[in-house]
């Protein structure tokens, strides 16, 4: 089924009030090497401010998490949305926002009818134990007590299957999830991201992760299941206990032990 074109109209038509006044600039683009990496690049160079979006019908060079390609195919196949936001204050006080990021993108999926859409720490958006997508946040000091940061989505809308076989974990995409029927408005879903995550970023530049805590718990799937951590120097195991208040992951270790864990090159994999 032909994925329907990108459209800055359609998209802004679908903004709330809040995310029109936080939305300082629409981009979209038919090819870029990655949508995160051109906001990155422009608020490096001074020449960006607070609440740009950038969006690409296709991405030549999109990364996930350590280092992972992200796949973007011109022919409508994923999403592909960036957006720049600042933050006034310093950067201990942006811990856990990559959690709020998730939860913004699992609320926009919901309203865009998905249902048993979760969450894997720190920032895969799964459904049904597949990944549907991910996040990958990227941030810079600007001025004193203020920092850029650069939330980049990759949402699998309709991938064909040379596309997905490029992909090394067990993944789904919206066309299976909505039903091989049903039109996928992208300019819909795009509106509704941008609306979440505006809304979710004022929310926590006042609030903190403590404002979303109990949100997380909603979507967590990794809660009360054996996790396998892989950090940079070492593997451990035990069990997910949920986050603490700047957004760890809390592990349970053999001994009843409850430590921390943050995101960062952390690689979560369930056990089941």
Not at 71 to 97: Q, V
Not at 231 to 244: C, E, F, Q, R, S
Request: hydrophobic share 40%; with cysteine; glycine share 10%.
């Amino acid at each position: 089924m032909m994925q329907e074109q990108l459209d800055r109209t359609c998209i802004l038509a679908g903004l709330s009030e809040i995310a029109h006044t936080g939305l300082k600039q629409l981009e979209i683009f038919q090819t870029l090497g990655s949508t995160s990496n051109y906001l990155f690049a422009s608020a490096q160079e001074g020449s960006r401010d607070s609440g740009v979006v950038c969006i690409s019908e296709q991405q030549t060079a999109g990364k996930g998490r350590q280092g992972r390609r992200w796949i973007t195919t011109f022919e409508g196949g994923s999403l592909a949305l960036s957006l720049l936001w600042r933050f006034n204050c310093l950067p201990e006080a942006l811990s856990g926002l990559s959690l709020v990021a998730g939860i913004a993108v699992a609320r926009a999926l919901r309203d865009f009818g998905v249902h048993e859409v979760g969450l894997k720490w720190p920032n895969d958006v799964w459904w049904c134990k597949r990944k549907l997508g991910g996040i990958l946040l990227e941030s810079s000091s600007s001025i004193a007590e203020s920092f850029r940061v650069v939330t980049g989505i990759g949402l699998n809308i309709a991938l064909s299957q040379q596309d997905g076989e490029l992909i090394d974990q067990p993944w789904v995409d919206l066309q299976e999830v909505l039903g091989v029927n049903v039109q996928i408005s992208r300019n819909r879903l795009a509106a509704l991201l941008i609306n979440e995550l505006i809304t979710a970023f004022i929310r926590f530049q006042s609030d903190g992760f403590s404002g979303f805590a109990n949100e997380w718990t909603c979507f967590d799937l990794t809660f009360g299941k054996r996790v396998c951590l892989k950090l940079p120097n070492a593997t451990v195991t035990g069990i997910a206990k949920g986050v603490d208040a700047t957004g760890a992951l809390l592990l349970e270790t053999q001994s009843g032990q409850f430590i921390p864990y943050r995101g960062g090159e952390i690689s979560l994999r369930i056990d089941e």
